[in-house]
Antibody, heavy 121, light 109 residues
Framework: QVQLQESGPGLVKPSQTLSLTCSVS??????????WSWIRQNPGKGLEWIGN???????YSNPSLRSRVSILVDTSKNQFSLRLRSVTAADTAVYYC?????????????WGQGTLVTVSS | QSALTQPASVSGSPGQSITISCTGT?????????VSWFQQHPGKAPKLLIY???NRPSGVSNRFSGSKSGNTASLTISGLQAEDEADYYC?????????FGGGTKVTVL
């Protein structure tokens, strides 16, 4: 059974860096068959794709966030992480990590439960 | 990239069929057969219903079906049930990125 679990601070101050980790169990990040993704949902709003990473380290991100986003992978821990710099209140959201089937773009077959991150002083 | 356009709400009676549209452009939906649909109940993570326009993952009811014409994709729910009351989102591939729709709230009357 594939499971993804987000972890990280629930409160971040404006202008600081949001850091989240996604721990994967039941599947190996190293298989090369999947992209490992971050998606967020502002309170009461729709979904927004943040970006993804391939096990070899190749990353892609939403053009609107690209200048502030870093996505890293740690295959030894079977984890991947998100760094979002210079946050503002607009970055307050539930952040999900998800698995996307390779070359089946948008096929997010497994999701974490999501973690709420609030940006506030 | 701009968000895909979905109706804010759609409603139907139990047993009826409803269709949710998802309109994009020739750069996303119109250019790729990579449209997915998700169902989200309050406080829960989204659940994959359809991928690559028409394909259903194992375990998803065949009451859910997807299609595409030009720049618009559609999700049809047949035999509407109370448990189908939820938010529904579409997503499409766009070069090296993904774009979601704004979501549609389905109400079962």
């Amino acid at each position: 059974q594939v499971q993804l679990q987000e972890s990280g601070p629930g409160l971040v101050k404006p202008s600081q860096t949001l850091s989240l980790t996604c721990s994967v169990s039941g599947a190996s990040i190293n298989t090369g068959v999947y992209y490992w993704s971050w998606i967020r949902q502002n309170p009461g709003k729709g979904l927004e794709w943040i970006g993804n990473i391939y096990y070899r380290g190749t990353t892609y991100s939403n053009p609107s966030l690209r200048s502030r986003v870093s996505i890293l992978v740690d295959t030894s821990k079977n984890q991947f992480s998100l760094r979002l710099r210079s946050v503002t209140a607009a970055d307050t959201a539930v952040y999900y990590c998800a698995r996307e089937v390779g070359y089946s773009y948008g096929n997010f077959d497994y999701w974490g439960q999501g973690t709420l991150v609030t940006v506030s002083s | 990239q701009s968000a895909l356009t979905q109706p804010a709400s759609v409603s139907g009676s139990p047993g009826q069929s409803i269709t949710i549209s998802c309109t994009g452009t020739s750069s996303d939906i119109g250019d790729y057969n990579f449209v997915s649909w998700f169902q989200q109940h309050p406080g829960k993570a989204p659940k994959l219903l359809i991928y690559e326009v028409t394909n259903r993952p194992s375990g998803v009811s065949n009451r859910f079906s997807g299609s595409k014409s030009g720049n618009t994709a559609s999700l049809t729910i047949s035999g509407l049930q109370a448990e189908d009351e939820a938010d529904y989102y579409c997503t499409s591939y766009i070069t090296n990125s993904r774009v979601f729709g704004g979501g549609t709230k389905v109400t079962v009357l």
